[in-house]
């Protein structure tokens, strides 16, 4: 007789819908999830921090590598020139010769720095030093140079100029009888305290002004005599009854050129190299005054 073992059935536990509770897997994968992507940013930190550092010892390195080469080099340059020379390409061999004077005169330079001192301390006392009084060939020579400046038979006006200055010149006159003075350039300079009535000073007087501030400075000293036969060139000549100036331009035996400007009153007409005599001197010394910038 045989028998039959049956083994026990497990339970089936059956949900409501047919699938298992797993609800709580949800925030356990959650939170592997969160652990994941926190040890993935702390080990990307690790390598930042660790790259940065391998790669500031890697430059150093680099640099204390470059150094002691260049030592060396340096080492080897100075005990061994002329080996270096005779294996150098030409180009080379020059440099190395620049670089080795170079390095003598720096030497030089080091070697003497109370002379390199005393030199500076020289040429600045050299520039503060006042400059020298101007000689009559270097006034004739500044007044022969502003000839094309001013040339000859031009007008010293501003006649259909609207930006104009002390240097301006036109090919127009000035018709004093119409406009009197209303196109006439004007000057204030080194000698106008001389002349306070007439300020700014214009026409013939303002021409001669600039013409000796343009010689030996505004800031040059100004002084006045009557002897005529003292006359230097640079020197202003004042007529004060007529009220006419000239700038003297030469000197000699028979008397002097001048250079002036509205000579005939009317049209501010530039003029050079007229002649006057002793003679003709004398004749006005009674209503002449000198004017010099000369120191002595």
């Known amino acids: 007789m045989m028998f039959r073992l049956r083994r026990p059935k497990r339970p089936v536990v059956h949900s409501r819908h047919g699938w298992p509770n797993r609800s709580w897997h949800i925030p356990a994968l959650m939170g592997a999830v ?36 260049e030592e060396s080099g340096t080492e080897e340059s100075e005990t061994q020139p002329s080996a270096l020379q005779a294996e150098a390409t030409p180009a080379a061999q020059a440099a190395l010769r620049e670089e080795a004077a170079l390095s003598e005169a720096s030497s030089a330079v080091e070697s003497v720095p109370e002379e390199s001192s005393q030199g500076a301390v020289d040429f600045a006392v050299s520039y503060c030093e006042e400059p020298q009084p101007i000689t009559e060939e270097e006034a004739a020579a500044t007044l022969e140079s502003l000839r094309d400046t001013f040339p000859e038979g031009a007008y010293w006006n501003h006649v259909g100029v609207e930006d104009w200055d002390e240097f301006t010149v036109t090919d127009s006159p000035c018709q004093h009888d119409l406009y009197w003075d209303a196109y006439c350039n004007t000057y204030t300079g080194g000698i106008q305290e001389l002349f306070p009535q007439f300020e700014p000073m214009e026409q013939c007087l303002g021409f001669a002004a600039l013409l000796s501030d343009l010689v030996f400075g505004e800031d040059a000293p100004v002084s006045t005599f009557t002897d005529y036969t003292q006359l230097r060139v640079g020197d202003n000549i004042r007529l004060e009854l007529t009220e006419h100036s000239m700038v003297v331009l030469t000197v000699d035996g028979e008397g002097i050129t001048v250079v002036e400007c509205n000579s005939d ?12 005599s002793w003679d003709d001197l004398a004749a006005t010394s009674y209503e002449m005054e000198c004017i010099t910038r000369y120191e002595e």
């Not at 930190?45 to 890697?58: F, K, N, R, Y």
């Open 34 to 69: 969160c652990l994941l992507l926190a040890a993935s940013l702390a080990l990307g930190v690790m390598e930042l921090g660790t790259g940065g550092s391998a790669a500031s010892i890697q430059e150093a390195a680099s640099v204390e590598s470059a150094q002691g080469e």
């Open 265 to 276: 009153y009317e049209h501010c007409r530039i003029s050079w190299d007229r002649f006057l």
